[in-house]
Nanobody, 124 residues
Framework: QVQLVESGGGLVQAGGSLRLSCAASGRTLSGYVMGWFRQAPGKEREFVAT????????YYADSVKGRFTISREVAKKMVYLQMNSLKPEDTADYYCAASNSGYLGVLGHEYDYWGQGTQVTVSS
């Protein structure tokens, strides 16, 4: 089992920045792909970013490309999402997820473990 706990959410003005963290515990994350998803009120959950086990490969949703950066510290079992130039439409609950599929998935069902989420609110 893998437990994931997100932190770092909050209220920020448009144009501001936040850094989300995801701490993993439990079994080793060796080989696991990590991802961030988000769900805005009344909307479907959507893919945000994903990173390979080594951290050498990443992939982003078009809506966040150039503004968000996903990274990880393997030894510390930590994953981060640096969010810059935030927009009101980025307001959502953000979820960390882990996948043992071996590829950079963009669909929720491709991920095996999920955190409880952290709320991000961007005011205009």
């Amino acid at each position: 089992q893998v437990q994931l706990v997100e932190s770092g959410g909050g209220l920020v003005q448009a144009g501001g920045s936040l850094r989300l963290s995801c701490a993993a515990s439990g079994r080793t994350l060796s080989g696991y792909v990590m991802g961030w998803f988000r769900q805005a009120p009344g909307k479907e959950r959507e893919f945000v970013a994903t990173i390979s086990w080594s951290g050498g490969n990443t992939y982003y949703a078009d809506s966040v490309k150039g503004r968000f950066t996903i990274s990880r510290e393997v030894a510390k079992k930590m994953v981060y999402l640096q969010m810059n130039s935030l927009k009101p439409e980025d307001t959502a609950d953000y979820y960390c997820a882990a996948s043992n599929s071996g590829y950079l998935g963009v669909l929720g069902h491709e991920y095996d473990y999920w955190g409880q989420g952290t709320q991000v609110t961007v005011s205009s």
